[in-house]
């Protein structure tokens, strides 16, 4: 899903789980390809329907699927909730049609210097803490065989961030040109890992102090 996408499901976030029934709405989800075998066993194991719905409102806002949205209002309306594709549909269209609404990128803010700069070691020992179950991932989109990973993990058993710690830094001292500040953004989304996770640390040391409002530009 594109950024005002993403920024309308938020919207509607609470109104989502407090309403829909994934019960009733799982098989025209996955029909649609929305989700895989894996992710509809993940959500059907959730005990709770709210807890379902959060399992799959986590997984379509982390989606990379092109059409994912439409494809999500087309399922909703085939599964009898039309009325959650309508309120959906209008807010991202609402979104679209004022700049002010529209979320921006924080590296479109940032110079290319800061943008195409390589990670230092002091920043990745802070992001390793902040990164969960999603690292494994991450690790597989920096190039790391599962069997490196394994040892990581197995090196680090009771300390996960220890093992992240580590695959940071073999990455960023194996692929020196590659480890720069918007490569490791681009494979955090796509390993679906929150900005929560990096931004802050990233701008702050770019020189952007971050604010309750956003970074600062100097």
Known sequence: ???????????????LVENLDMNHIIDHIFQRQIIDENQMDLIERQQTTRSKTKEFLKILLQ?????????????????????AADTLQSDLLHIRSNPALQPQ???TKLPAQARTRSLSMAEVAVISRNIGEEWQCLGQLMGFPPGRLQQMQMSHQYDVSGAILKMLQEWIQRHPGRATVDNFVSMCRKAGI???????????NAGYPCTATGPTLL
């Open 194 to 204: 929150s900005e929560d996770a990096y931004k802050q640390t990233l701008l702050e």
């Open 63 to 83: 989606s990379q699927q092109r059409g994912c949205f439409q494809l999500f209002c087309e399922a909703l309306r085939a599964a009898q909730w039309g009325w």
């Open 1 to 15: 899903m594109d950024a005002c996408e993403v920024a309308a499901v938020k919207g509607k976030y609470v109104y």
């Open 105 to 107: 990128d924080f590296l």
